[in-house]
């Protein structure tokens, strides 16, 4: 298992067809280039609006941005199109200061020291 999540509340409603939940995520030593899938929303959530991403400060301290990408909307969510990438800046002091792209974290899959992270979902809930 490459991402374990638990839920920490909900899916509350909100407003009609508008729901929201809170997860708390964390990796294992088996990052998954492309993303991990966040099996647990399939469960509580037929649609997925949008997903926030509250990282940490070893997630920033060590130049790691996370990414949710989720379904277009109207795609029902199953147990694989909702993920998380995880992208670093590997060395910008080696550009001598030239823009570089982002690169997807591939470094032997281990981001386990990174500590746990918070999301929080909205969609509409099962």
């Not at 509340?9 to 997860?23: E, N, R």
């Not at 647990?40 to 130049?63: E, H, K, M, P, Q």
């Amino acid at each position: 298992m490459a991402i374990t999540m638990t839920k920490v509340s909900g899916p509350s409603t909100l407003c009609p067809k508008v729901s929201m939940a809170v997860y708390n995520c964390a990796w294992d030593t088996d990052y998954t280039t492309g993303g991990d899938n966040l099996t647990s929303i399939a469960t509580d959530f037929d649609y997925v609006y949008s997903i926030n991403v509250g990282g940490n400060d070893t997630l920033a301290d060590n130049g790691y941005i996370v990414q949710a990408i989720q379904p277009a909307p109207g795609t029902a969510v199953t147990t694989s199109n909702v993920k998380l990438t995880v992208h670093w800046d590997q060395d910008p002091a080696d550009t001598g200061g030239a823009n570089i792209p982002m690169t997807e974290f591939t470094d032997d899959g281990d981001l386990s020291a990174i500590g746990q992270l918070t999301i929080v979902v909205f969609g509409q809930g099962k």
